[in-house]
Nanobody, 116 residues
């Protein structure tokens, strides 16, 4: 079955950096687009960034553009989210997602907290 396992979250000060990872299994990773979403307390889950199957195209939410970078390593079945210039409003649980077999699959999430 499809499994997505995120890691790399933590607590950082404003202006800091983190790099999240999501290791996938249970499907042919290199054939599928991967995305990162986040959900802050009391808010809807929102799109953060996406990368196409071989990494040729990426897209970002306006709120993270020029600060976050999504990438993937198909040899390692892993998608990354490098986050720079972090702001308190980036505090959220971050999830990776893929669409496979006609439905969305989510990881368990990793907490990112940005606070001084």
């Amino acid at each position: 079955q499809v499994q997505l396992v995120e890691s790399g979250g933590g607590s950082v000060q404003p202006g800091g950096s983190l790099k999240l990872s999501c290791v996938a299994s249970g499907f042919t990773f290199a054939n599928y687009m991967m995305t990162w979403y986040r959900q802050a307390p009391g808010k809807e889950r929102e799109f953060v960034a996406g990368v196409t199957s071989v990494g040729e195209n990426t897209n970002y939410a306006d709120t993270v553009k020029d600060r976050f970078t999504i990438s993937r390593d198909n040899a390692k079945n892993t998608v990354y989210l490098e986050m720079n210039s972090l702001k308190p409003e980036d505090t959220a649980v971050y999830y990776c997602r893929t669409n496979y077999g006609g439905r969305a699959h989510w990881g368990q999430g990793t907490q990112v907290t940005v606070s001084s």
